[in-house]
């Protein structure tokens, strides 16, 4: 069985920073691609970043040059470093993956509350 574990989140100021964590644990044949997505209270989740197989990352456009999505491919884990947060930024943030079992499969974490006071 797939499972995320995800670490990481909390409150901080606007213009402060926060790390998330997101493992996968379980056999995988291989992860097509890691992430995260983030939902606030009356909104859809989103894409935040996400970062493929072979690195390729993308981001969505209101966090570019602010958060930086890696990965540890030996681990099967991402990291998500958020700098310069902003209170538009609060949202419970959600780990994603697609992997290989061969057949395609996908698993979310139970997610991580980010709050950012002004």
């Known amino acids: 069985q797939v499972q995320l574990v995800e670490s990481g989140g909390g409150l901080v100021q606007a213009g402060g920073s926060l790390r998330l964590s997101c493992a996968l644990s379980?056999?995988?044949?291989?992860?097509?691609?890691m992430g995260w997505y983030r939902q606030a209270p009356g909104k859809q989740r989103e894409l935040v970043a996400e970062?493929?197989?072979?690195?390729?990352?993308n981001y969505a456009d209101s966090v570019k040059d602010r958060f930086t999505l890696s990965r540890d491919g030996a681990r099967n884990t991402v990291y998500l470093q958020m700098n310069s947060l902003k209170p538009d930024d609060t949202a419970v943030y959600y780990c994603?993956?697609?992997?290989?079992?061969?057949?395609?499969?996908?698993?979310w974490g139970q997610g991580t509350q980010v709050t950012v006071s002004s």
């Open positions: 994603n993956a697609r992997y290989s079992l061969p057949l395609v499969g996908s698993s």
């Open positions: 379980g056999r995988v044949s291989s992860i097509v691609v």
């Open positions: 970062i493929t197989g072979t690195g390729r990352t």
